[in-house]
Structures are given as C-alpha cells and as structure tokens.
C-alpha cells in the first residue's frame, strides 16, 4: 500500500480566515513533504519532515505554518493568505529523507483564496 | 541537482510502445534518475528510478547509457490511461526538483 491522503479535497478561504491542510500515511515513513503546484508548472518543495522534526523550509512565508504531530500525520496551517497562494497544495512520503527514497505523493488539496 | 532537457510533447498511439527520452549531460556520480507522471489534476506518481543499470518494474523500464548522461523511460504497451505530464528528475539529495516535463498524449 503506497497510499497518502490528503483532506480536504478542495478549500475555498478568505484572506483574514485561518484554516489547515492534513496528509496522513501509514506506510512507516519517517519522512513527509508539503509541495505546491500553481496552475500549470511543475511542483515545488516548501517544506520538508524528518522523523517528526522540520529539516528543510524552503524560504516558505511564515503565513504558511507547518506540523507533524506524530510519524502518521503532516497538517500545514494556513494564515492570512494572499490570492496568489491559490494552488495544488502536494503531501509526500518517503521511508526516509534520502535520494534513493522514493516519494510518494497524496491526490492533493486543492486551495483557493479569495 | 543536474538539469534535464526532455521533449516539450509527444504523441504514442495505444498499444504501442512509448519511449519518452532526456538528456542530463551534468549528472553527477552519486545522483539518481527518477521518473515521475502527473494525470490532470491529480498528484504525482512515482513510475521508476535507477543509478547506473537498468531498471524494470511492472509499470516501465528505465534504460541508462553507460555515460549516464541521458535516459529513456519505456512504457511497453501504452494505454489512453497513461496520458500524463512524465517528468524526468535528477536527484542529488532530498529534494524532487520538477521541470516542465513532456505531455504524453496516447492516441486511439
């Protein structure tokens, strides 16, 4: 099983609301990641779990807020967002954080900010 | 990581053979091929990956010449299903760094 979920599937949010994205494995992977994908290009890293701590934040706005309560379990907490952080919001796994690590990815969370 | 050049768009007729190539004349020793697809809308998934030899599991094969500089993932019997983004990615490290990819589209 290689499955990762993503909930919810699609989020609609004003740009004074507060919400949050969750992404759920349980492969026994000890590495998660949080992409996003704007329309049309490829995805980029934001951010990047290891064994349950924050190894890579990829110069990610603090408006973006990242958690990983347990090895299962990734959410992205979502603050004050501007209309151009509408996008495909990716969660990814891997067994560890290595190059020879497959990630797998969820079906995504689909967010847009009005 | 090295970059690679892939073909902007391909077209495959179904039931053929789809052999998607690219080039990464920069890579170095320790980085590995990967090849990723993206369906519309949906997330990516994971098709292979290979370091020097040659690599087949049920979905492709991945074949790498000797220099390493260039790759080509084969599809041995394409399916309207498998009209996707495919993206080649060298990979140094953690990081999964996407480029622009090649659209495949499968023809009836």
């Known amino acids: 099983d290689t499955e990762v979920t993503q909930t919810p599937k699609h989020l609609v949010m004003g740009m004074t609301n507060k919400k949050s994205l969750k992404c759920e494995q349980h492969?026994?992977?000890?590495?998660m990641y949080w992409y996003k994908q704007k329309a049309k290009k490829p995805p980029e890293l934001m951010f990047v779990y290891s064994y349950e701590k924050l190894s890579i934040n990829e110069s990610v706005p603090s408006r973006f807020s990242p958690e990983c309560p347990n090895s299962s379990l990734l959410n992205l907490h979502l603050h004050a967002l501007q209309p151009e952080d509408s996008a495909l919001y990716l969660c990814a796994s891997s067994q560890v954080r290595d190059r020879g690590a497959e990630q797998y990815f969820g079906p995504g969370t689909r967010l847009t900010v009005t | 990581d090295a970059k690679t050049t892939q073909p902007t768009s391909m077209d495959c007729a179904e039931g053929r053979a789809a052999n998607l190539p690219c080039n990464h004349s920069?890579?170095?020793?320790?980085?590995?091929v990967y090849w990723y697809r993206q369906i519309h809308s949906q997330g990516p998934q994971y098709i292979i990956h290979?370091?020097?030899n040659n690599e087949t599991n049920e979905m492709a094969s991945l074949i790498i010449t000797e220099d390493r500089k260039s790759s080509t993932l084969i599809l041995p019997h394409a399916t309207l299903r498998d009209t996707a983004v495919y993206y080649c990615?060298?990979?140094?490290?953690?990081?999964?760094?996407f480029g622009a990819g090649t659209t495949v589209t499968v023809r009836a």
């Open positions: 920069t890579i170095s020793g320790n980085e590995y």
């Open positions: 290979g370091l020097k």
């Open positions: 990615i060298v990979r140094a490290d953690y990081k999964l760094s």
């Open positions: 492969m026994g992977h000890r590495a």
